[in-house]
């Protein structure tokens, strides 16, 4: 009998092993394995994220436990309780690997069409990362030097002085034209071709001497999509997709209006009123500064890459020149002062903003355009972070990652996203007022005007 018994032990553990197996990769509807999304941790019979089986928890592996998912859910319900709140997806990655994601609202207002984790918006300026992550590629390829000048690779971008003969192409990356900010985007939003906008750029007011200081542009940033096309060949839409877009499985992305109607399911954007807003071509036009399509899943997906989870295709040494700040913004910290007592020290690095927030180095940027807003935050040393995706010009959204990273990091709750939130207590600067005209895009206060150089900004 000893004989037997431990032949007979073996055997039953691998039984269990098999079974075992077989729970950890159990199917997804349609097929999908579980893997790096989850449904929000609710009780059985209340609503859990699209596609999956409410109160059913799918993959757990990568959560800290820090984050109060439950919590998360219930005042992401309470901010879509503000009426000028239609649509929102928002997703959260944890050690890298996304285990929070769901969509909020309708992708119309009133139409009873639910976003889902699936459901493609406008990403507007985080476009400007995807830009710089093209960039840098080539630029790992040997195929582009960031230190040259950038008039070698884009012919038609022209600045004053001959600035594009001294800035190079990492100052194009990181906004240090010389240029007043934001030149010529009134005309862009006329229907201007964007290449004949650069080329006007020499009687643009100037604010410093070029590769010095920041100021935000669009479509001087948008010689970076004339970069790629003229060094590989290709349209900038079809670099990016061939390089980045089809190896990470990002299925939502796009960079045209015609993709964005296309999609299966798109959020329509809206007015302050809740009406909607017509989606418009202009900033379709400059791809790499705000041409951007994609759902929340995808934005995840784009994030964990960003942390450095996909090696072979984003190597960390084009994360580490594009994540590397270059240049102070103190007009950003004036724009975070809401969060006084959490975020300081803002940079700019390439296509990609750096703060420091409660003593940790973020990555992060936000988007806007025409009644789209999107947001994107994360620790790379940790591996975790917030993206955000919503189709009003409320600015209540960006709050969304601090809440959450505030339980990362143990921080007293300032509940961000709740109406009327204001800087953490021993901060005197009050919380900021969002201007009765919103931004068309990131950086842009006030659609419809140039600034000369007497300007308020």
């Not at 394995?33 to 929000?40: D, E, K, L, Q, S």
């Not at 995808?298 to 072979?312: H, K, S």
């Not at 007009?331 to 959490?342: C, L, M, S, T």
């Not at 940790?360 to 789209?372: D, F």
Request: one cysteine or more; hydrophobic letters at 40%.
């Amino acid at each position: 009998m000893n004989r037997l018994a431990l032949p007979a032990t073996l055997a039953i553990v691998a039984l269990g092993v098999l079974v075992m197996a077989q729970f950890a990769s159990f199917a997804l509807p349609g097929g999908e394995r579980a893997h790096g999304i989850t449904v929000v941790l609710t009780p059985a019979g209340t609503q859990g994220t699209a596609g999956a089986e409410p109160g059913v928890i799918e993959h757990l592996n990568a959560r800290s436990g820090l984050v109060d998912y439950n919590e998360l859910d219930r005042r992401l319900e309470s901010l879509m309780d503000d009426p000028t709140m239609i649509g929102l997806a928002v997703a959260v990655v944890e050690n890298g690997e996304t285990v929070f994601a769901r969509g909020y609202g309708e992708t119309l207002n009133g139409s009873g069409e639910e976003v889902t984790v699936d459901t493609v918006f406008r990403w507007a300026s985080l476009s400007k990362g995807v830009a710089s992550t093209m960039v840098g590629l080539l630029a790992g390829d040997g195929a582009v030097d960031l230190y040259a000048p950038v008039s070698r690779y884009a012919p038609s971008l022209r600045l004053p002085g001959s600035g594009e003969m001294r800035i190079t192409v990492a100052d194009l990356l990181a906004h240090r034209t010389g240029l007043e900010r934001n030149g010529h985007d009134m005309f862009l939003e006329q229907g201007e071709d964007p290449h004949v906008l650069r080329g006007r750029l020499t009687s643009y007011p100037i604010a410093c001497a070029p590769g010095t200081c920041h100021r935000y542009q669009n479509v001087a940033y948008d010689a970076a999509s004339e970069i790629v096309a003229g060094v590989t060949g290709e349209s900038y839409e079809t670099a990016v997709t061939r390089r980045l877009f089809a190896p990470l499985g990002m299925t939502s992305a796009s960079m045209t209006m015609a993709g964005l109607f296309a999609s299966p399911s798109w959020a329509r954007s809206h007015k302050n009123d809740g009406t909607e807003e017509p989606v418009v071509q202009p900033y379709y036009s400059i791809p790499a500064a705000g041409g951007m399509n994609g759902s929340i899943r995808d934005l995840a997906r784009w994030m964990e890459a960003q942390m450095g989870e996909t090696p072979g295709i984003i190597p960390q040494a084009v994360l580490d020149t594009i994540h590397r700040p270059v240049v102070e913004t103190t007009r950003e910290d004036h724009r975070n002062r809401k969060y006084a007592g959490r975020i300081a020290n803002t940079r700019y690095a390439l296509g990609w903003r750096v703060y420091d927030y409660a003593g940790h180095t973020m990555i992060a940027h936000r988007g806007a355009v025409r009644g789209y807003r999107a947001m994107i935050l994360f620790d790379p040393a940790r591996r975790s972070g917030v993206v955000v995706v919503s189709n009003s010009n409320s600015g209540r959204p960006f709050s969304i990652p601090m809440d959450v990273f505030d339980q990362i990091y143990g921080l007293p709750d300032a509940h961000w996203t709740e109406a009327g939130a204001v800087a953490v207590p021993g901060r005197a600067e009050p919380a900021p007022v969002e201007p009765v005209d919103r931004p068309l895009i990131e950086g842009r206060r006030r659609p419809g005007t140039i600034e000369g150089p007497g300007a308020a900004r």
